[in-house]
């Protein structure tokens, strides 16, 4: 089922809009994500990047090859630096937003863990979940 979403930055300086199906989510706790997101581990949806559009705002991003060996931008806020969403070269029709600050994150279905080999003891995800000592798929790689 298609349904909208919206985002906005902790400023409010960007807002975004997503109208489609949202897609799987997974937890990742490689080093990078809880270096960009400041948290334990990420938490990433998968969209798609046709149906997605900023409404409001500029953004700003930063590249980095990750440990998957996968170049990923990580678009910000270049006001108050909240995180938004995560693109790649390697999967151009998908972005994977950060669930956190959704307007309704109640609508996120996590289905599985990544880089379980990078978690900290003080993040312990729900063993019902399918881990992965790396990435697994294309969610897994995109933080
Ligand atoms: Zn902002
Ligand atoms: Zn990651």
């Known amino acids: 089922m298609a349904v909208v979403l919206t985002r906005g930055c902790l400023c409010g300086a ?16 490689c080093a990078d994500c ?9 938490v990433g949806v ?6 997605f559009r900023i409404t409001q705002g500029d953004l700003k991003g930063f590249t980095k090859t ?12 270049p006001e108050c630096g909240s995180p938004l969403f995560t693109s790649s070269p390697r999967h151009p029709d998908f972005y994977f937003l950060k669930a956190g600050c959704l307007d309704d994150p109640g609508v996120v279905r996590t289905t599985h863990q990544s880089w379980v080999a990078s ?3 003080w993040a312990v995800i729900s063993p019902d979940l399918p881990a992965f000592i790396r990435s697994s798929s294309a969610i897994a790689e995109t933080g």
């Open 14 to 29: 960007v807002r975004y809009e997503y109208a489609g199906e949202v897609g799987p989510a997974s937890y990742c706790h």
């Open 34 to 42: 809880r270096r960009a997101t400041g948290s334990a581990f990420n």
């Open 46 to 51: 998968k969209v798609s990047a046709r149906q």
């Open 66 to 77: 990750g440990d998957s060996g996968n170049e990923l931008t990580r678009h910000f806020c």
């Open 119 to 121: 978690r900290v003891d």
